[in-house]
C-alpha cells in the first residue's frame, strides 16, 4: 500500500499535468493523469539519475515515446528539481519559446533524453540507447569497475504499439537480447476516436513475447508496489528485454472523463479541475502550488541519484588510475575534435581512376574506422551494395557487444530512429546505410535528427537512375529535393573520390547538423581540378548555414 505522502505526490503530478494544459487550453491530459503512478514509481523508486546533473553518463535513461503526454515529464522534471525548470515555466506550457513546449524537446529543456511526438519513434531510439549502454559497457567496463552499467526505460502506449515503427525496433531489440531495455506499456485501450478495439485487437504481449521479450502484466496502474515489482523482476531477467504492460484508465481522477476518449486530448475544464482536487483528496485549490512536503519529499527520493553519482565518480577515478589504457580511449569517446582528420595525407591519398562513389564511400569509411574508434553503424540488410561494412570492426549481437557493425535488417524507419538512439546516448558516434531511393523511409527520423540538432550521417547509394535495370521502383527521382529542402541537414553529392572524402569529414565534423552522402552505383571520372578544397567550400557552408538553403 502506498503512503499518505506517496499517494500525496502522486496527485502533484496530475493536478500540476491537469494546470497546465488548462492555463495553455490545449493538450492531453490522459496520458499524465493515467500513467502518473507508473512514472512516480519508475522515477521516484526504480530509476537511477542526479537531478542536479541530468547529463551524467551512467544515469538510467527515460523516453516518453508518447510524446503528447509532456506534461507529466514538465511534472516530474520540476518537482524533482532538474534543471532549475520552474512553476513560471509550467504556467508557460505551449507557448512560444518556452521550456515546455507541445513535445518534449532534447536539447531544449534540461532532462529531456530525446524529441519525442511521432508514435512509436521513442520506441526505436530506446533501443538504439541500449544498444549504446550494452557497447560501451563492453568496450570500458572491468568486473571490479562498472562504469557503464544502467537501464533504459521507455513510456508507450496504444497509439505508438499500432506504428509499424514500433514493430520493427522491438523485433530487433529482442533479437539482440538487449536485457537492460525496459519498455512499460500503458495500456488504457483508449485512442483518439474511441476504444482501440475499432482498430487495435491483438494479443501485445504474446506479440512481444514472439519477438523475444520477457512480458509482465500490472492489472491496476495506481498499484505502485505491484509496479515496482514489475520492474525489479525486468532488472533481473538478464537475457531478454522486458515489457512490462501497465493497466491504467486515461484520465484517471477527473470523474467526468476518465476513460473516455474526451481525455485524450482536451483541457478537463475549470469545473472538472476543480472537483478532481476533491476526488484526490489534494489540499490546495489554488492551481500551481505544491506543498512544500511534496517538495521535500522529491528532494529526499533524488538524493539518491545524487548519492550514486558521487559513487560513480569516486569509482571512476579509481578506474582511471588502474586503467590509463582505457581512460585515453574513453577521453577519445567522448571528444568530439576532429580536427586531425583536415591534414591526414592517408585518407585524402585517392585512387585517379573512375569509380563508384558507393565504392569509394566505403573506402573513407573503413579508413574513418581506424581513426575514429567510436564509429558505430550498418545497413538495413545492404552493407555488400552500399559498401558500408568496416572491415575488421565485429558484428554487435547477442552474443558480441563490442562489435561496431550493427546488422539492423530490413528495418530502415526503425534503423534511422535506433541510430538517433546511440548517438543520442552518447559516446559514439552513428550511421545508417540503404538505396537512396528508401530515404523516403527513413525521412521522419532524419528530420527527427535534424530537430534535435544532432550529427547523424546517413548513407545513401544507388542515387540516380543509374541503376537502370532494376526499373522505376529503385530509381530515386524526387528523393535528392525532399532532403534538400529539410531545414538543418546537410546534403552532400560528392563528385569524385577526393569530394568523397570531403563528403565524409564535412559529415563526422558537423557539431549538430545531420548529413546525407549521397553515392552513386555507377563509376564517376576524377576531376583534375578537384582538390582539399572542396572541403573548404564545405566547411564555409557548415559555419554559415543559411548559403545551404539557397
Known amino acids: 500500500m502506498s503512503t499518505q505522502i506517496e499517494n500525496n505526490a502522486i496527485s502533484a ?15 492531453h491530459p490522459g496520458l499524465p493523469l493515467g500513467a502518473a503512478a507508473m512514472a512516480y514509481t519508475v522515477w521516484g523508486k526504480e530509476m537511477t ?3 542536479k546533473d541530468p547529463k551524467w553518463i551512467n544515469r538510467d535513461r527515460f523516453v516518453l515515446s508518447g510524446g503528447h503526454g509532456s506534461a507529466l515529464y514538465y511534472s516530474l522534471l520540476h518537482l524533482f528539481g532538474v534543471g532549475g525548470l520552474s512553476v513560471e515555466d509550467l504556467k508557460q506550457f505551449r507557448q512560444m519559446d518556452s521550456k515546455t513546449p507541445g513535445h518534449p524537446e532534447y536539447g531544449h529543456t534540461a532532462g529531456i533524453d530525446a524529441t519525442t511526438g511521432p508514435l512509436g519513434a521513442g520506441l526505436s531510439m530506446a533501443v538504439g540507447m541500449a544498444i549504446a549502454e550494452q557497447h560501451l559497457a563492453a568496450t570500458f567496463n572491468k568486473p571490479e569497475f562498472p562504469v557503464i552499467d544502467h537501464y533504459t526505460f521507455v513510456e508507450c502506449g496504444d497509439g505508438c504499439l499500432m506504428e509499424g515503427i514500433s514493430e520493427e525496433a522491438l523485433s530487433l531489440a529482442g533479437t539482440l537480447g538487449l536485457d537492460k531495455l525496459i519498455v512499460l506499456y500503458d495500456s488504457n485501450s483508449i485512442s483518439i476516436e474511441g476504444s482501440t478495439d475499432i482498430a487495435f485487437t491483438e494479443n501485445v504481449r504474446g506479440r512481444m513475447e514472439a519477438c523475444g521479450f520477457q512480458t509482465l502484466l500490472v492489472e491496476d496502474g495506481n498499484d505502485i508496489e505491484a509496479i515496482a515489482k514489475a520492474i525489479e523482476a525486468a532488472k533481473a531477467e538478464k537475457t531478454k528485454p522486458s515489457f512490462i504492460e501497465i493497466r491504467s484508465i486515461i484520465g484517471y481522477g477527473c470523474e467526468a472523463k476518465q476513460g473516455t476518449a474526451s481525455a485524450h486530448g482536451e483541457p478537463l475544464g475549470e469545473e472538472n479541475i476543480a472537483a478532481m482536487r476533491k476526488t484526490l483528496g489534494w489540499p490546495c485549490e489554488e492551481s500551481f502550488v505544491v506543498p512544500q512536503e511534496i517538495y521535500d519529499h522529491y528532494a529526499e527520493l533524488g538524493k539518491k541519484g545524487t548519492d550514486a553519482h558521487a559513487k560513480w ?10 586503467n590509463p589504457d582505457l581512460k585515453d580511449l574513453w577521453d577519445k569517446y567522448f571528444s568530439d575534435d576532429y580536427s586531425a582528420l583536415l591534414n591526414d595525407e592517408d585518407l585524402w591519398t585517392v585512387d585517379d581512376k573512375p569509380q563508384a562513389s558507393r565504392a569509394l564511400g566505403g573506402k573513407v569509411l573503413n579508413k574513418l574506422s581506424d581513426r575514429i574508434p ?3 553503424g550498418g545497413s538495413a540488410d545492404l552493407a555488400p551494395s552500399n559498401k558500408s561494412y568496416m572491415n575488421g570492426k565485429g558484428d554487435f549481437s547477442k552474443a558480441d557487444r ?4 550493427m546488422h539492423f535488417g530490413v528495418r530502415e524507419l526503425a534503423m534511422s530512429g535506433i541510430s538517433n538512439g546511440i548517438l543520442l546516448h552518447g559516446g559514439l558516434r552513428s550511421y545508417c546505410a540503404t538505396f537512396f531511393v528508401f530515404s523516403d523511409y527513413t525521412k521522419p527520423m532524419a528530420r527527427l535528427s535534424a530537430l534535435m540538432n544532432i550529427p547523424q550521417i546517413f548513407m545513401f547509394t544507388h542515387d540516380s537512375i543509374g541503376v537502370g535495370e532494376d526499373g522505376p521502383t529503385h530509381e530515386p527521382v524526387e528523393q535528392l529535393t525532399m532532403l534538400r529542402s529539410m531545414p538543418n541537414f546537410n546534403v552532400w553529392r560528392p563528385c569524385d573520390a577526393t ?8 559529415a563526422i565534423s558537423s557539431p549538430k547538423t545531420p548529413s546525407a552522402l549521397v553515392l552513386s552505383r555507377q563509376n564517376l571520372m576524377p576531376l583534375t581540378t578537384s582538390s582539399k578544397e572542396a572541403l573548404r567550400v564545405l566547411t564555409s557552408l557548415l559555419k554559415n548555414p543559411r548559403i545551404l538553403r539557397t
Open 13 to 27: 503530478i496530475r493536478v500540476l499535468s491537469a494546470d497546465m494544459i488548462q492555463k495553455a487550453n490545449s493538450g
Open 49 to 51: 539519475f542526479d537531478p
Open 313 to 322: 565518480d569516486a569509482m571512476f577515478a579509481e578506474y582511471a588510475k588502474a
Open 374 to 376: 567510436n564509429l558505430i
Open 402 to 405: 563490442a562489435g561496431r557493425n
Open 499 to 506: 569530394e568523397t572524402v570531403a563528403s565524409w569529414v564535412a
